[in-house]
């Protein structure tokens, strides 16, 4: 068999056009379009799910670098703002008498001295008594203090960032893109999956009556999951016994950026029964109190979101949001691939909404192909799914059994009662060891620079030892081999010392977040946000900080 012997063109039929949709549709049209004809077809009515966003930043590399489309010319378009890493707050026990606490999980790799990671030379230091992993290993937890942008005024960057944008913005902006590259949009209801002989989809009935085929039918329909679970009948594994919370009340809030500046970071706020997102966008924030239903009613989380923001429940426009936690037991299934919320989901405490959109993407354009499916690659892609997400569960899993707050049912309950995978019960007896828990990634650059290697070392030794030391959740004893190394552990002053220099220098140099978005999106655009946002509200000090 050859890959060229057939001369019709082969179709892809995109079912849904939320970000995953047009996110897919774009990808495949830059990487196939001159080969294959994609069609998706999008419902006016059904609204999609968008509240604020937040990123990581291989998104750049692996989406926009891909289309051709430099960050400043997306960003203008979507509201977008920056992201250098992850303010956790209140998520360790208060004492008596005791302020708010916080501590961040900033983007970045952390380098290894003689082989070993920087965080083991820091316990081994301070046996994690003194400032916190990050402030001392990483350079920009101090600019996030200051609320400086990780970019220099020229736009070069000074420490890895992500972006918070508003999702429907990004998928109309891609929308718009893609149908002027050729893909085909159709506005129009699904009302009906036909399966063919061979039991897989044979073709799509919409409301005004069209019958669409396709060689390749691909599910962006979001929790609904029309084809690949309605259709195709493929079971949810459903985890939420590995994670409590299946609820949300969003909101966007207005922020008046000249009083209060804007936070170059997305905060997530522990509360009585989940925790409340905080992402900061040119003259909003979205925000939305994520919760489980077991320990806390719709109106609860109401209330306790408006407390916490200091607004009157009528003044907000919430957006109530139910959602499923886990994955397809396969994303693909026969002709049918599963993309997004309709393949697999988890609260987005680690900001992987995105990513597991552009991980399957990417994962799907390195496994292509419309008919004659081989089960050996489709196989393979299914793997690479349930890699990703169990891998990513584990470890969002683990800033909830770790926890020290036992103030609530909530938090009792995710100390003592949630079901622990082999594999997270092995990282976390490496940690308490005094071990790393992965080895050291390369550098930076590549890291972010290929999907390929951040995909299989998702979590880097920072990444957990930010989080569980930041919950105050401790290795037993320093790495033992470091007793032997004194002209190691020597070295490691001098790397401590220059961060703290860094850390000086950036505060001093680095323009404002806000002054810098200011500049970004008037130069760029002003369009983008909608007059109605930008009522400001000084009472809405950031009461967080
Ligand atoms: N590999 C990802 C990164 O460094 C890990 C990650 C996901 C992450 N979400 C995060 C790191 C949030 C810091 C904060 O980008």
Known sequence: MTNNESETPRTVLIAGGGTAGWMTAAYLSKAFGHTVNITLIESAAIPKIGVGEATIPNLQKVLFDFLGIPEREWMAQVNGAFKTGIRFVNWRKREEGEGPNHFYHPFGVLPAIDGIP?????????????????????????????????????????????????????????????????????????????????????SIESKSGRTLTADLFIDCTGFRGMLINKALGEPFIDMRSQLLCDSAVAAAIPNDDETLGIEPY??????????????????????????????????EAVRDYCALWGVKEGQVNFNKIRFRTGRNRRAWVKNCVSIGLSSCFLEPLESTGIYFITAA??????????????????????????????????????????????????????????????????KMALYKSGMPVNPPTSSEEDYYGSLDQEFHNFWTNGNYYCVLAGLGYLPDRPYAPLAYLPE????????????KRQQRESVEEMPSNFEYLRELHSKENSGARSPALRNSNTALAATTR
């Open 361 to 426: 993407i990417y994962q799907l354009a390195k496994h292509f192909q419309t008919r004659d499916f081989d089960p050996v690659m489709v196989d393979q892609f299914n793997r690479e799914i349930e890699f990703m997400y169990d891998d990513c569960r584990d470890f969002v899993q683990a800033h909830y059994f770790t926890t020290t707050r036992e103030d609530t049912e909530f938090w009792r309950v995710n100390k003592n009662e949630l079901t622990l995978s082999d594999s997270i019960r092995d």
């Open 266 to 299: 997305t905060s997530a706020i522990a509360m009585k029964a989940g925790w409340t997102w905080k992402i900061p966008m040119l003259g909003r924030f979205g925000s939305g109190y994520v919760y489980s239903s077991d320990f806390a009613t719709e109106d």
């Open 118 to 202: 920087l965080p083991q030379y820091w316990f081994n230091d301070t046996l994690g008594r003194g400032e916190g992993v990050e402030y001392a290993c990483f350079r920009s937890p101090a600019m996030m203090d200051a609320m400086r942008s990780p970019r220099y005024a020229d736009g070069r960057p000074a420490v890895p960032s992500a972006w918070h944008f508003d999702a429907h913005l990004v998928a109309d902006f891609l929308m718009r893109w893609s149908t002027a590259r050729g893909v085909t949009r159709i506005v129009d209801d699904i009302v009906g999956v036909r399966l063919n002989e061979q039991g897989a989809i044979g």
């Open 488 to 499: 190691s552990v020597r070295k490691s002053r001098d790397v401590f010392r220059q961060i």
